[in-house]
């Protein structure tokens, strides 16, 4: 099963490797700057609109967000408490608490979630990280995460952030998408090619995208990181797997579901942890071990789900 992961490694591998060659003295911050404007404004649409056009999830489209926000709201109360009670005993800083929070609650569905679905449970399942993604975690993300940086970071915040998640075209993508679902509707065949000829480059520009960010700070503790990797990628597991059998997933769908709870930091909180100016050494280093981490345990989960 780990052969599967070997092309989704490799692409990885050299997201990693623009970070130390830089060719076309291109660096990786600039690449991945331009790869995240093309991936928001005409990837990430045209995937989502392909997706939940051709999905044959019905009652899915429930219980797999049901699963995701159970899965955020519980992890993110434990890692408040704990990260709060080790910043009242000085243990750490507000700057690391906030980074902290963030890499332990919120996942990288599309990022590293949807490779690995697609690569271990074939593309059928890859519906399950892009509705997961959308109507758990983006929503979580761009309102309560925002809130949390800047209570934990500078706390100054304009309310451009807070309102971010309805400038953002895949949340748009997602509404439009909807609609023509509820109504039984299906765009010409000729822009549904064109739709998923842009989906198509979704996974080798998310993938470059992800090994662009991964890197080991140089003061690295490694109890706090085992903390992130204990919340986000087991307990995460743990509790979308007792949800989802709870709401009615099953098989596949419970185990894509699974893996995309289990995913490690989204890439954004980067950024996040730059504008508010928590830690964003301490966030990168948790998301490369989790990542590295993802990467081993995955085929070991599913070949225990399915």
Partial sequence: ???????????????????????????????RGVFGVLIINFVAP?????????????????????????????????SLALYT?????????????????????FGNGMGMALPAVSALLGLPQRDIPVVYDLLATVPFLWIIGVMLCAHFGT????????????????FWALIFALGL???????????????HLLGSAAVPLLLLMVGMTLHVGRNMRFGLLLSVAGLKLFLSAALALGVGHFVGLSGATLAATV????APP??????????FR????LFGTAMTVTTVLYVVLVPWLVSALV
């Fill in 259 to 262: 893996l995309t709870a289990a």
């Fill in 278 to 281: 928590l830690d964003t050494e």
């Fill in 155 to 170: 706390r100054v915040v304009d309310g451009g952030l807070g309102r971010e998640l309805l400038r953002l075209p895949p």
């Fill in 46 to 78: 045209a995937l989502i609109v392909e997706v939940l056009l051709t999905s044959s999830l019905k009652q899915e489209l429930f219980q797999v967000p049901a699963s995701g926000n159970a899965t955020i709201i519980i992890i993110l109360l434990l």
């Fill in 1 to 31: 099963m780990y052969q599967q992961l070997i092309p989704m490694s490799l692409v990885l591998l050299l997201g990693v490797l623009w970070r130390y060659i830089s060719p076309a003295n291109l660096p990786a911050t600039q690449v």
């Fill in 181 to 195: 679902r509820y109504f039984g509707l299906m765009l010409p065949e000729p822009i549904m090619k064109t739709l």
């Fill in 266 to 275: 989204v890439g954004v909180g980067v950024a996040l942890c730059d504008r």
């Fill in 85 to 105: 009670l080790l910043l009242r005993l000085d243990i750490i800083t507000r700057a690391q608490a906030g980074a902290l929070v963030m890499a332990s609650t």
